[in-house]
């Protein structure tokens, strides 16, 4: 099974700051790759699919970028609503659903 | 306006059995296929099962193998999710997944004695 490692695990920044969270698959996955937004008490809400393809609705601060075992998401300018936890997701057929163990966004 | 509408969480005890149900509109559900993902408290999102669009195909995580059964009826815009011999480590938040992008509210599964 294709295992999926995120880099940071927590990461504290302050709002206007540039941020990058980075997710790795331990093979390649192509562009089959998802990132979602989650809050407590909240469904997950997807952000980017495809690797790079925002979510219709999702703000343009938001930016996904990779391929093949690399992956990037990026917030441009982060906000006082962006303060949550961030998940990329394999999800290149319905039996790879994979998600990564998530990268926490806190208050600096 | 897309809809995904979940029932069916509960308390239950060990060993005990349980059905999640999920029901969609506002698309075509049955195009896609769809899958049950679960967050356990303090902890992350695991997938837990998907079943494909004509529901002939079906996978399962490890965790849940053998003991978790997922099905879907396009003629409602249902999937379900039998759940047998449940254990603690099966208490979570289940959501319910229409692709990628539509997901339920969630409903709590709480196993314990």
């Known amino acids: 099974d294709i295992q999926m490692t995120q880099s940071p695990s927590t990461l504290a920044a302050s709002v206007g700051d540039r941020i990058t969270i980075t997710c790795r698959a331990s093979q390649s996955i192509g562009n089959w790759l998802a990132w979602y937004q989650l ?6 809400k997807l952000l980017i699919y495809k690797a790079s393809s925002l979510q219709s609705g999702v703000p343009s601060r938001f930016s996904g970028s990779g391929s093949g075992t690399e992956f990037t998401l990026t917030i441009s300018s982060l906000q006082p609503d962006d303060f949550a936890t961030y998940y990329c997701q394999l999800y290149d ?7 990564g163990p998530g990268t926490k966004v806190d208050l600096k | 306006e897309v809809q995904v509408s979940q029932s069916g969480g509960d308390l239950v005890q060990p060993g005990g059995s349980l059905r999640l149900s999920c029901v969609m509109s506002g698309f075509m559900p049955r195009r896609y296929a769809m899958s049950w993902v679960r967050q356990a408290p303090g902890k992350g999102l695991e997938w837990v099962a998907s079943i494909s ?9 490890d965790s849940v ?3 978790f059964t997922i099905s879907r009826d396009n003629s409602k ?5 039998q759940m047998n011999r449940l254990r603690v480590e099966d208490t979570a938040v289940y959501y319910c ?3 990628i992008d539509y ?6 599964v709480t196993v314990s004695s």
Do not use: C, E, H, I
């Open chain 2, 65 to 67: 193998k053998g003991r």
């Open chain 2, 97 to 99: 997944v229409g692709r």
């Open chain 2, 103 to 108: 997901w339920g509210q969630g409903t709590l």
């Open chain 1, 93 to 99: 057929t319905y039996s790879q659903f994979t998600f």
């Open chain 1, 39 to 44: 809050k407590p008490g909240k469904a997950p």
């Open chain 2, 53 to 61: 669009d004509d529901g002939d195909s079906a996978f399962y995580a």
């Open chain 2, 77 to 81: 815009n249902s999937m379900y999710v």
